[in-house]
């Protein structure tokens, strides 16, 4: 059995501290404040719970580790992992967008899962746990990708099984690596809004309100359903009962932390060192060819602890494209749609 890596790590640093290493999904909704705001909120051992993001718009995992290793020298990444003396309770990586769910021969994911090894070496070094922040797939797809990523259910597979190899490649007995099921509990509103007789991607659903227009980044209740899945990763702890975006129903409060731990501890998606089985079985599609990851926007935001509300927006030089890759060939819901999807899911996986 595992250690809750919250009674595991926090014995570890007299000062508890949590560091985000990722893009624009983590600042366009400052998704490391929510999260920090919700540990302090729900855990009395963090009320004094500190936190770093260092993300820029399209980074990959080799961006970060390079900017962590020397290889660009002396940098905020190399001062948090290597050279800097704060003691990390957990490190969050998070990768760009769609490299994750890219064919397991693709060279990008490939570097993706070599760089997720080699800052994983650093963590340990740090003394911190690693925990793997498994994004969710765009709302209608990926028009970049659309062989590979035709919808919103196909891309989100994608990326499950992409995130559990970074997991099985890092991973050891001595050493778990527990993915924040993120995308998973997106799913599960998705089909809670299916379940209540809704259109998920229609105006007006729970599910479409997870996205910006883009359909891609999180808005205030994707970005808080995101940190009420790190919450629950993180100290093993259930979110449901803590504080909602402000603004937000009362049902749609509900439903988000209901979906979230669901995600965590329902089986849906089993965190590292449990017993059971993923629901993730993507259909085989092939490897398609001229596969590109560059980054399409450079605007940073790393250094110290973010100043912005959790509730606000970008800033100026926060904003930015979304870091494409490419690989080719509002009303609330009532909580018992999410009941309904469950038992249906579960029915399926008898």
Known sequence: MVLPLLGLFTALAADPAVLFLGNSYIFT????????DLLRAGQADLAELDELRLAQAGFRFADHLAKADGTEGDTDWRAALVTGSTSWNWVILQDQSQIPGFPASNPEYRQSLES?????????????ATVLLLTWGRRDGD??????FPDFATMEAYLEEGYRGYQEAIATAERPVDIAPAGPA???VYAADEAAGRDPRADGSVFRGLYVEDGSHPSLTGTWLAGYVLYGTLTQASPVG????????????????????????????VPAGSTGETDTDPPDTGS?????AAPDDTSTVDGPKAEAEASGGLSDTEKG??????VGSGSALPLAGLWVAL????????
Do not use: H, M, Y
């Open 343 to 350: 038992l249906c899911r579960r029915r399926r996986q008898a």
């Open 321 to 326: 494209g979304c870091g494409c890759a490419s």
């Open 116 to 128: 997720a090894v080699a800052l994983d070496d650093l963590i340990e070094a740090k003394g911190a």
């Open 288 to 292: 398609p060819g001229g596969d590109s």
């Open 186 to 188: 997106f799913a599960l």
């Open 242 to 269: 803590l504080p909602g975006p402000p603004g937000v129903e009362t049902e749609v409060v509900e439903l988000l932390q209901e979906a979230a731990r669901a995600a965590v501890f329902d089986g849906e998606w």
């Open 143 to 148: 028009a970049t990708n659309p062989e590979r």
């Open 29 to 36: 909704g400052n998704l490391n404040v929510v999260t920090a």
